[in-house]
């Protein structure tokens, strides 16, 4: 079982800025990837950004948030990060961190944090 607790949500204005954080409850070394999701009112829940824990830490993210956003790790602290910048209203929405493990393959989520952009 892991669990995955966010942080760092909030109200912020267009232009502005967010950092929001991951703390896995077991080892990052556990985990193959490591993500962030993000779902509006009225959408589908969409990938923002992933990042693997092997393979040296490869990332990728949605055409819509290339460029601004930029997920990393800590090893140390079993935290993955998306630090936000140049946000838009259209950012608006629920993030929600998601890990898959090494062994099975499951795949756990967290309990979401609200982003909300004022225009």
């Known amino acids: 079982q892991v669990q995955l607790v966010e942080s760092g949500g909030g109200l912020v204005q267009a232009g502005g800025s967010l950092r929001l954080s991951c703390a896995a409850s077991s080892s990052i070394f556990s985990l193959n990837a490591m993500g962030w999701y993000r779902q509006a009112p009225g959408k589908q829940r969409e990938l923002v950004a992933i990042?693997?824990?092997?393979?040296?830490?490869?990332?990728n993210y949605a055409d819509s948030v290339k460029g601004r956003f930029t997920i990393s790790r800590d090893n140390a602290k079993n935290t993955v990060y998306l630090q936000m910048n140049s946000l838009k209203s259209e950012d608006t929405a629920v993030y929600y961190c998601?890990?898959?493990?090494?062994?099975?393959?499951?795949?756990?989520w967290g309990q979401g944090t609200q982003v909300t952009v004022s225009s």
């Open positions: 990042i693997t824990i092997a393979s040296g830490g490869s990332t």
């Open positions: 998601n890990a898959r493990t090494v062994i099975y393959n499951k795949i756990y």
